[in-house]
């Protein structure tokens, strides 16, 4: 990603479809903490940090 910091968000046209990619070379290491986020925004939790940096429209 041009701002080195992954897509971790709700798609634009439905809340059905969770983005998590770009993590680039740190996919690997950075996969557990995404898929708590992603996990927690598919239950409607509140995520343990905030995922507006990551948000799909910040581009």
């Known amino acids: 990603m041009p701002d080195s910091l992954p897509v971790i ?3 634009s046209q439905s809340t059905r479809i969770v ?3 770009g993590h680039g070379h740190l996919g690997l290491t950075q ?3 995404t898929a708590e986020l992603v996990a927690d ?3 409607s939790r509140d995520t ?3 995922t507006q940096p ?3 429209q910040r581009f």
Request: glycine letters at 6%.
């Open 48 to 50: 343990s940090i905030s």
């Open 41 to 43: 925004m598919i239950q």
């Open 19 to 21: 983005y998590a990619f």
């Open 9 to 11: 968000s709700y798609a």
């Open 54 to 56: 990551f948000r799909a």
């Open 31 to 33: 996969s557990a903490g």
